[in-house]
């Protein structure tokens, strides 16, 4: 492609790749072998392994790809706007996946245990079911439940302080003060991890110490769901802020082109609002 093409073209297209393909494949192994693991397939964890590697090599090379083609000033205006749009649509439908677990929430508190309690003795659940929230649990497996100000107020604190550093990184980087972008975004990393830190010794005391488990009834399923899928995408959010970090330690990103540190920081800002929802409704309340 001569200059003058470079300097007219609306849209950059890259060369056909084999990596929308073997990343297809390698997630239908991955699905496949869960599905096969839960169902007590022993051969089910080797298939989904089989299908989660090259699913990494995918995504480490395909990004690779996007960061040299965005080094090497592809990326314009329209390219932008692609990336833009594609990052929003894909919050939107974060947003609709936490809406529907906190959907399923809502109907079991408000609408199934009620119901449930209202029935005769002989369809409840089981013996001595009452509407009550949190349920107790079934005979032989009582629970108590999380201190929402305990390691569930920590951790909000440091989500919400995570907010502030991760703006206060955009802020240096908008006005091209590296130290202080370094500085802010490797705190928000280490407020990340220190969040899944707490929430990993949650999750152990609450099955050694507290009887609190998947098995405990419907309060046990649904506060692992939520709380669990929670900690999967602050544990996505903390690599690709690692990955940034990384990035802007190697000299990368300009005041005026930086929508890679920008898609994180709304993807973390994301985080942020559902782990509040997530303090007050399933914690708190």
């Known amino acids: 492609m001569d200059a003058t093409a470079v300097a007219t073209r609306r849209y950059f297209v890259p060369q ?51 960061i040299k083609e965005s080094r090497m000033g592809r990326y314009r205006t329209w390219e932008d706007r692609s990336f833009r749009l594609g990052m929003l649509w894909f919050i939107v439908s974060e947003v609709v996946l936490f809406a529907t677990f906190f ?10 245990v009620p119901w449930l309690a209202s029935l005769d003795a002989a369809y409840t659940p089981w013996a001595g079911f009452t509407a009550q929230w949190p349920t107790a649990g079934p005979a032989g497996k009582a629970f108590e439940v999380i201190n929402p100000w305990g390691i569930p107020a920590m951790n909000t604190m440091l989500l919400v302080s995570s907010g502030i550093t991760v703006t206060l990184a955009h802020e240096a980087l908008m006005h091209n003060q590296r130290k202080k972008l370094i500085g802010f975004l490797a705190a928000t990393v280490l407020l990340g991890v220190v969040f899944l830190a707490l929430q990993f010794h949650e999750f152990y005391e609450a099955y050694t110490k507290l009887g609190l488990t998947l098995g405990s009834g419907v309060y046990g399923a649904t506060f ?62």
Do not use: Q
């Not at 007590?40 to 090379?61: E, K």
């Not at 959907?103 to 199934?112: A, K």
């Not at 690692?242 to 929508?259: D, N, Q, S, W, Y």
């Open 103 to 112: 959907g399923v929430l809502f109907y079991e508190r408000v609408i199934s």
């Open 16 to 66: 056909p790749s084999p990596y929308p393909v073997l990343l297809s494949f390698s997630l239908m192994l991955l699905a496949i072998g869960l599905g096969l693991d839960v169902n007590g397939v022993t051969t089910g964890r080797w298939i989904a392994g089989a299908g989660a590697l090259p699913a990494l090599y995918v995504l480490v090379a395909w990004f690779g790809n996007v």
């Open 224 to 285: 692992f769901m939520l709380t669990g899928l929670h900690g999967f995408h602050v544990t996505v959010g903390a690599v690709m802020l690692t990955v940034i970090l990384m990035r802007c330690l190697a000299g990368h990103f300009e005041p005026k082109h930086h929508f890679a540190f920008e898609g994180v920081s709304w993807y973390w800002h994301f985080v942020d609002v559902v782990w509040l929802l997530l303090f007050v409704f399933v914690y708190w309340l």
